[in-house]
């Protein structure tokens, strides 16, 4: 029609340059979100100290110094000692390996799993969906905590037999979440669409629905880390988890609840820690939530908008 | 984009002609669809067993000719979307054959269909729930070339910049999303997923109703320029005569789930034997005030489905009802050439 017309050019027969990636757009609407940056670097601050523990770490984390128990911090340590006169601050980076180690491996396994059972469940409905949901009720309906400390008591405490029963017993809610989204998602036209196009179940399940579900997963996955961390600390406490002279956030905490009264510090160390990494790793979720959505309108301050305002406006308020 | 429309109007005689050329070179059979029956159970009770059924197609046996546009009209809900759908068995056939370039389709394993998917398409009426919102224009369009592997990489750009020209469409915005879009651009993407695998055979249901006036028959145009240059076959569906009549050369007329009328288009428009038919016909507005023309208005409801009349299906709203349709349910005959109705007394024959 162009061409007909005579008056603007005919287009280049060239193909004009891909403009932006998914996934770059992705993270250009990611770093303008201040709440998910700020999340990203502790969360980053954090994995960094928790892999270079053995170098930076002061001491050892299982040397005892009876002499100096429940010393106050100072330039020798940092945060203090613990009743065995452990150093704190030592001990807080150790514990890190494990604790984020345990949430972040619980979230993916249990986001994997509850995915493609949700899935299914929900894509194929009928006596599938039936089956599979009346498994997870019996899941849901047997005490997580027991199965842990049965397995564990049997097979023995080790760590990643820890994460795998964790994952076992975390993904329901997974997937009745993923399931509640296809139900209502497989209705749309689109999939009947891409079914027309000639695209396999899986196809359909995995790439079309899943991509619009996206946003309950990503903030259940984000909840379900700091779940985690706190579930292996429960285990810990009952001599299942992580086994001493081993030594992880919740093990600090359950440690620090006899001398709560004496030295309440001992507490507040690892609990902050746990707050900071649940809070970042919320934060980055709702980031990548947003940064993934599409329609999501790029954010201007309103600092912008006056700069702008007084620059191009000839008329000054 | 003002061009487009001013060729409906004055191309009409040289379209026509045209037709009558595709008409005489290809009288090959493309689509058979042999007694098609498409039940939805309705459950109800304690244990949610089927207390009946919804008859939404019943019983329908026509066929489609290689390079034709076979138009199907008739009210909302009277089944010819399901129809559609059952042909490209989207959804499955409670009964009936479906034989596509003379492959019998109910019969395909879900992996030969899926190949066979390569030659029919579907163009939806929803261009707003018909497009994946998460994904990007460009890759809606190459979606059919990815899943069948017949382009990798950079011909997959390349075909996707090429259809998207072709439905005059800017290739710059392949990676826009769905929303950036208006519904007229978006009814183009629908077409350009449906065209990308050169298919023979395009189930266009409903695909210019969302849209404005103008837009449609840019749309329209679009369709059977299409159809000229790559030789496609429509199952154009529609409620829209005014559309059918333009762009068909064989328009299906159907009611509560089975076809009253069959016939070539001017055939119909000019000598329409079913009285459902002429009612449809004679509530086509006519762009002239002062030709007065007798109307046929229907009373009453259309049947439910589930428990569809005795005998003929019309006969509760047919001005012409004898005892004789409420009895017996007639069978398609074919009144002249080519010419096929499901009356006991057409118009025009005994009156």
């Not at chain 2, 039940?39 to 197609?57: D, E, K, L, N």
């Not at chain 2, 849209?211 to 840019?218: A, E, G, H, P, R």
């Not at chain 2, 429509?234 to 009253?260: E, T």
């Amino acid at each position: 029609m162009i061409a007909q017309t005579g008056q603007m050019p005919v287009p280049e027969p060239t193909l004009p340059e891909r403009p932006e990636s998914l996934m770059r757009a992705a993270w250009r609407r990611f770093r303008r979100n201040p709440l998910a940056m700020g999340g990203l670097v502790v969360f980053v601050i954090f994995a960094i100290l928790a892999i270079l523990a053995p170098w930076i770490a002061p001491y050892n984390p299982a040397s005892i110094d009876l002499f100096n128990s429940d010393a106050p911090p100072s330039w020798q340590h940092l945060l203090g000692t613990d009743d065995s006169g452990r150093d704190i601050f030592t001990r807080i980076l150790y514990g890190s390996r494990v604790s984020m180690l345990v949430g972040v491996l619980v979230a993916i396994g249990s986001v994997l799993i509850g995915c493609i059972v949700g899935a299914v469940a929900g894509y194929f409905g009928g006596w599938l969906d039936t089956v599979l949901m009346r498994i997870i009720d019996v899941m849901l309906s047997l005490p997580a905590l027991f199965i842990n400390i049965l397995v564990l008591a049997i097979f023995g405490a080790s760590f990643y037999l820890m994460i795998l029963i964790l994952v076992l017993t975390s993904w329901m809610g997974v997937a009745r979440l993923v399931r509640g989204e296809f139900l209502q998602l497989r209705e749309m036209q689109y999939v009947e669409a891409a079914k027309a196009a000639g695209a396999s179940s899986v196809r359909i399940m995995f790439n079309h629905l899943l991509r619009n579900a996206t946003a309950p997963i990503i903030v259940n996955a984000t909840l379900m880390v700091g779940g985690a961390i706190l579930t292996e600390s429960a285990l810990s406490f009952l001599g299942l988890g992580v086994q001493p002279p081993q030594t992880s956030w919740g093990q600090m905490l359950n440690n620090a609840q006899e001398y709560m009264l004496t030295n309440p510090m001992l507490a507040v160390y690892p609990g902050v820690c746990i707050f900071l990494v649940v809070l970042s790793v919320n934060f980055i979720g709702d980031g990548i939530r947003d940064a993934l959505d599409p329609r999501q309108k790029a954010h201007i301050p309103k600092r912008r908008i006056a700069q702008w305002r007084d620059r191009f406006l000839k008329s000054s308020t | 984009m003002s061009t487009p429309q001013v060729r409906v109007i004055a191309g009409d005689s040289a379209q026509e002609d045209r037709r009558d050329e595709n008409r005489l070179q290809e009288q090959k059979t493309l689509v058979e669809v042999e007694h098609l029956k498409k039940y939805f159970p309705i459950r109800g009770g304690f244990f949610s067993h089927a207390v009946g059924s919804v008859r939404a197609v019943d019983d329908v046996t026509f066929d489609i000719r290689q390079g034709e546009t076979f138009g199907l009209v008739g009210e909302s809900g009277c089944g010819k979307s399901t129809l559609g759908r059952v042909i490209l068995r989207l959804q499955e056939p409670t009964a009936g054959i479906v034989r596509f370039d003379g492959v019998d389709l109910t019969r395909l394993r879900p992996r030969q269909m899926r190949k066979m998917r390569q030659q029919m398409q579907i163009i939806f009426q929803d261009p707003f729930g018909s497009l994946n919102p998460r994904f990007t224009i460009g890759d809606i369009i190459a979606e059919p070339l990815v899943v069948h592997g017949v382009a990798k990489g950079r011909e997959i750009e390349e075909r996707v910049a090429e259809l998207m020209r072709l439905v005059g469409l800017d290739p710059s915005r392949r990676n826009h999303y769905p929303h950036e879009f208006s519904g007229g651009q978006r009814q183009r993407v629908g077409i350009a997923r449906a065209l990308a695998l050169n298919p023979k055979f395009i189930v266009a249901d409903e695909a210019v109703s969302a849209l404005d006036v103008s837009v449609q028959s840019q749309v329209i145009n679009l369709l059977s320029d299409l159809q000229d240059e790559l030789g496609l076959t429509y199952l154009f569906i529609a409620h829209g005569l005014n559309v059918v009549r333009h762009i068909s050369d064989r328009v299906g007329v159907m009611y509560l789930g089975k076809l009253a009328e069959i016939a070539e288009t001017d055939e119909i428009f000019g000598h329409a034997a079913h009285p459902y038919t002429a009612a449809l016909l004679s509530a086509m507005p006519v762009p002239n005030p002062h030709r007065k023309r007798e109307r046929i208005v229907l009373q009453g409801e259309v049947p439910s489905p589930a428990h569809p009349p005795q005998g003929c299906r019309f006969h509760t709203r047919c001005p012409f009802a004898q005892q004789r349709c409420r009895e017996e349910e007639p069978q398609m005959r074919e009144i002249s050439a080519g010419h096929w109705v499901a009356c006991h007394f057409p118009m025009g024959d005994v009156a």
